[in-house]
């Protein structure tokens, strides 16, 4: 069992920045393949960016050069630094991890972009 908790989330304007936290319960290796989803109101839950077993990087189109994702395997956290965002940036934050072939999910962190 891994329990995921994310926090960081909040309200910016349009083109701040924000960082997503978010902490396993349980260690993780480097092979942990993890990732961070969003889920705007009204609309279903959609991959934002994650890093495989090999530590292959894959964004969503529409952040590309704004997000980045990165791991600290010691402290058992992956991040989300997000740049420049934009109003439709807007939505619920939530942390996958892929542990021993089963998916976790955290609770989510709320994200708002003000125009």
């Known amino acids: 069992q891994v329990q995921l908790v994310e926090s960081g989330g909040g309200l910016v304007q349009f083109g701040g920045s924000l960082r997503l936290s978010c902490v396993a319960s349980?260690?993780?290796?480097?092979?942990?393949?993890m990732g961070w989803y969003r889920q705007a109101p009204g609309k279903g839950r959609e991959l934002v960016a994650n890093?495989?077993?090999?530590?292959?990087?894959n964004y969503a189109d529409s952040v590309k050069g704004r997000f980045t994702i990165s791991r600290d395997n010691a402290e058992s956290t992956v991040y989300l630094q997000m740049n420049n965002l934009r109003p439709d940036d807007t939505a619920v934050y939530y942390c996958?991890?892929?542990?021993?072939?089963?998916?976790?999910w955290g609770q989510g962190t709320q994200v708002t972009v003000s125009p």
């Open positions: 996958k991890a892929i542990y021993i072939g089963r998916e976790f």
């Open positions: 349980r260690s993780i290796s480097s092979s942990t393949p």
């Open positions: 890093i495989n077993r090999f530590g292959n990087r």
